[in-house]
């Protein structure tokens, strides 16, 4: 069982910045992809950006230019910086590790969400 825990989120004016963290659990962390969801009022869960376990990343393209993915394999967390914040960046945002074997999920694991909210 992994265990994820979101912090860093909260209320910020649009052009602000935030960090989100996520703290997990066990000590098999370096063997997950591990990636940012975010899902916003009346809207689908959506990739916002994910690591894989040799450190490459990907995003999507309303975040690419201002959101940054990293982790810490010695500290088992994974972060999120978050510049330039939208409003349309309002949501809640979840981590989530996932274990892949020959590019097929075996394990996928949730956080429990942190609150994003850009507004003026």
């Known amino acids: 069982q992994v265990q994820l825990v979101e912090s860093g989120g909260g209320l910020v004016q649009p052009g602000g910045s935030l960090r989100l963290s996520c703290a997990a659990s066990?000590?098999?962390?370096?063997?997950?992809?591990m990636g940012w969801y975010r899902q916003a009022p009346g809207k689908q869960r959506e990739l916002v950006a994910r690591?894989?376990?040799?450190?490459?990343?990907n995003y999507a393209d309303s975040v690419k230019g201002r959101f940054t993915i990293s982790r810490d394999n010695a500290k088992n967390t994974v972060y999120l910086q978050m510049n330039s914040l939208k409003v349309e960046d309002t949501a809640v945002y979840y981590c989530?590790?996932?274990?892949?074997?020959?590019?097929?999920?075996?394990?996928?694991?949730w956080g429990q969400g942190t609150q994003v909210t850009v507004s003026s």
């Open positions: 989530n590790a996932d274990l892949v074997t020959y590019r097929t999920s075996v394990e996928n694991y």
């Open positions: 066990g000590s098999i962390f370096r063997f997950y992809d």
């Open positions: 690591i894989s376990t040799d450190s490459s990343t």
